[in-house]
């Protein structure tokens, strides 16, 4: 995870993140977001993301979906 501030209220943050699970075989699968988070008030925001790929391709490729 990486944060960089934009300012005293915004942040960005990159996070890399990946999961197993029995029926692909625990096989890794990983993604890359981008989280624009708001801090403003007593807990932090998320605002607006970006996915980098395409989860839900991802998960139908491995018949995680329908």
Do not use: C
């Not at 960089?4 to 197993?20: D, F, M, N, P, Q």
């Not at 998320?46 to 395409?54: E, K």
Request: aromatic share 10%; no cysteine; glycine share 8%.
């Amino acid at each position: 995870m990486e944060e960089t501030a934009i300012s005293r209220e915004y942040s960005i943050v990159k996070v890399h993140w990946g999961l197993t699970l029995m029926k692909t075989g625990n096989k890794l699968i990983e993604f890359d977001v981008t989280y624009f988070i708001q801090k403003i008030g007593p807990e932090p925001k998320i605002i607006m993301f970006i996915a980098h790929q395409d989860e839900e391709r991802a998960m139908k490729e491995l018949g995680l979906l329908g």
